[in-house]
């Protein structure tokens, strides 16, 4: 019995040492698993990292891209081809970027499928020159929104019709004033009263002018939108604050105002000797007749001028009271038709058939003179001072991966090229917005993640 016990007792310390060894073994293991993990995870929150510096280099890469393009234009003001550069899917290094634009012959977008290029600013209403009545004809717009936006800019603390002044915002919690000057983006359009969010961004959330998924579900997932296979777009879509036309043309030399006595004018004279001779010169001129011509489109109308002869020179004119610069005109030759149905003269009406000649005679037509065969003289006369056929702002809206698609990033940019050389006027960066190039880039790019090269 006493042996017996003697032996269970010699056996028991041999277990407590099994079990001690096994449950450090465990935690060992368990550390070993955890540190792996974490240098996994801090491994991966590298490469992330890395990805989005990346895409944020080509982000910049893309600007300069563009600034590059807008100075080898072919014909000054007048927006470069897509065919022409490339815009979709561009490397730069291990990084990738698209130019994400809008389909000029689409009047309604129903494809999933984004378009990919420069934008034309002038394409849009300019928020600091466009008419209240003029605003009111754009896609949601309301009175109240287009008085406010006349307030906004306005100098005065006077209360538009309908609009809102200091004492409106003073209310707001927090309380700011009203600006009482010209808009520097459009994004200001925020804090206007009356400027609900479904009116500014519409059903296109991301602002990328494509239907995706989201936004073609009815209530599902915001935005709510009507579930009708089309994408309506909100006000951001139409508005600019940037668009102003140069004093002095490409090489450095004055334009020229044509507002007052063109017709006696000795360098609008030398001008068209240049480049047509002094027997054309002296025909054109005595055209002319006198009094103040209000527009170049006017002023093609009057000189009996052809369209290839007006090209020649039509980028060195301009019309405007005093010496500032024209802002806020409209380029005819990329407005949607959404636009150019808001401009006196053209209006609903005659929108529409400006843009089917303009599809008819695709990459033909770098020149206002055209549209005076639509509109005729007595509506070409109201439509000119609002319209021209050059553009000098232009954005590029960029969206830019890392490697294997990681680190995505989007920013947009405005170019001016009117003092020549090509400069960055405003930068947005847009990459809270989500992604906004489409369901196929999307798979491609999961795709290289999954099977890297």
């Known amino acids: 019995m006493r042996l017996e016990r003697s032996s269970s007792r010699a056996v028991h310390p041999q277990g407590s040492a099994l079990i001690i060894t096994l449950w450090v073994a465990f935690g060992l ?45 072919e014909q000054p003001g007048v927006l470069p081809d897509p065919k022409t550069y490339q815009a979709e899917a561009v490397l730069v290094g291990g990084a ?3 130019f994400i634009g809008r389909d000029p012959k689409l009047s309604q977008v129903t494809t999933d499928l984004p378009y990919f290029a420069l934008v034309d600013e002038a394409s849009k209403l300019n928020l600091n020159t466009a008419t209240a009545a003029m605003l009111e004809l754009l896609p949601r717009m309301t009175p109240e929104l287009a008085a406010a936006i006349v307030d906004w800019r306005d100098a005065d603390s006077e209360v538009t019709e309908l609009g809102a002044e200091e004492d409106t915002y003073l209310l707001r919690n927090p309380a700011y004033y009203c600006k009482n000057a010209p808009f520097e983006s459009i994004d200001e359009l925020r804090l206007l009263n009356g400027a609900e969010p479904e009116l500014l961004f519409g059903e296109d959330l991301n602002r990328n002018g494509v239907l995706d998924l989201n936004e073609n579900d009815g209530a599902v997932t915001l935005p709510v939108d009507d579930r009708n296979g089309r994408l309506d777009p909100g006000l951001l879509e139409y508005v600019t604050a940037y668009t102003r036309e140069p004093l002095t043309s490409t090489n450095g030399t004055a334009r020229l105002n044509i507002r007052q006595n063109a017709a006696q004018n000795q360098q609008l004279r030398t001008l068209l000797e240049t480049n047509l001779g002094g027997s054309r010169a002296g025909q054109i ?28 020179i039509e980028g060195e004119l301009y019309s405007a009271q005093g010496n500032a610069a024209p802002e806020g005109r409209v380029n005819i030759n990329t407005a949607s038709e959404t636009v150019l149905a808001c401009i006196p003269g053209i209006g609903p009406e005659l929108a529409p058939s400006l843009i089917a000649y303009r599809e008819s005679n695709a990459g033909k037509l770098n020149t206002v003179a055209w549209a005076a065969e639509i509109l005729g003289p007595q509506n070409s006369a109201r439509a000119g001072r609002f319209i021209t056929g050059r553009s000098y702002q232009f954005s590029a809206d960029v969206a830019a991966v890392g490697p294997l698609g990681r680190g995505y990033r989007r920013t947009r940019f ?22 906004a190039l489409g369901k196929q880039a999307r798979l491609q790019q999961q795709q290289l993640a999954m099977n890297p090269r």
């Open 285 to 312: 001129l005595g055209q002319l007749g006198g009094g103040a011509i209000n527009s170049v489109l006017e002023f093609f109308i009057r000189s009996r001028m052809t369209v290839d002869e007006f090209t020649l």
């Open 29 to 73: 293991v368990a550390l070993a698993l955890y540190f792996g993990n974490s240098s996994a995870l801090d491994l991966r929150s590298a490469e992330n990292r890395a990805a989005s510096l990346a895409a944020e280099q080509a982000l910049e890469g893309a600007a300069r891209y563009a600034a590059y393009l807008l100075t080898k234009l």
């Open 96 to 98: 990738t970027f698209w």
């Open 414 to 435: 405005v170019l001016d090229v009117g003092t020549g050389t090509p400069r960055i006027i405003y930068r947005q960066d847009l990459s809270d917005f989500g992604w």
